[in-house]
């Protein structure tokens, strides 16, 4: 811990005060219905601090008393749980092939789910003005439920830097595009944050907070599109790497004389293991979810070209697999996009792989499941990194203005 001498300035006073709003705010989030003495009495803040701290988040109509009370040894206690009624955090996944939109409130509660076809366009412009368009109705939808809402975070099929550039995304043809910014003029300044992510990471997000396997702090999310990439929490925490570049598990050379990836390199993990591998050819994004529904049909009537096929791709999958349990010792694993309704026939082959490749008996410990938030992982992830922000203490109502 830093110590200063000089004691706290006025800033930092606001600091300590947006800090405890947040510890309040979350552990409301974990623990509600609670009394404003289970605050106390866990945090450690003394309750004249936390009275004080739940009557700012009441006004900012974040936390609400419930008109249960809880009966105790002396006064009865007033409950309390998050109210958020009237906010709304949205997340929004561009593909290759869809653009997903999820709207969610303070409670993580579901408002809207939306799956729209898209192709990309031909440039960034217009990308973005269809994604555009898209998001100022899910907006405008939120207004009409007298919502306010309190950020957007976008997620983008590759390399994100961490101030929220595309610097590549080779499947959308997307190259160094201020996409935040973009948004933000096509939305006319919204008055709400804009955040740019990568799918993997935010959809690990997504994973963490509502997922299966929520609250488990080694976890590892594989985007089964058209490209394989990795959202990685460690110790709880995302890991973006230095320059936001991690993850990039698709290109993990498997075989050099293996099939040509997209990236110009051969035998990458994503030429062997994605999507392009499951239908032995690269779809036209439109036809993805056909080919797919056709490869579970074959597969149900037991074609043996497509279990040898299915076989095959579990295999370099278990290899890429396995990499990620010897480096990063992962509790669990999540498939997720077109890998979930394969992972009956995946699931197999990649097991025996990371038995025979970890070093840790029984993987160490590492379970690889099929995601069940299906297809809108990465944009329940961009909301759920809209209420990570809100839990930090990014609270709504202009808090850096308070003195
Ligand atoms: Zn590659």
Redesign the pocket.
Known sequence: MITSTTGPQPADFADVRATNLAVVLRFVREHAPCSRADIAASTGLNKATVSSLVADLIDRRLVRETGLTENRVGRPATMLVLDGSPYAAIGVEINVDYVSAVATDLAGQRLLTWRRSFSGGDSVNQGVAGVGAIIRRVVGRMAKEERQVLGLAVAVPGLVDVQGTVRLAPNLGWRDADIGGDLAKALRDPGFPIQVDNDANLAALAEQRFGAHAGASDLVYLTGEVGVGAGIILDGRLRRGGLGYSGEI??VQLDPDGPE?????RG?L??MAGIAAVLRKIPAPAEIQVEIEESVRLARARDAGTLATLESVGRSLGRGVSVLANLLNPEVVILGGYYVPLAPWLLPAVQEELSDRVVASAAGGCQVVASTLGHDAAALGGAARVLDSIDSGRLPGGLSRIP
């Open positions: 698709g290109h990836c997209h990236c110009g390199r990458c994503e030429a």
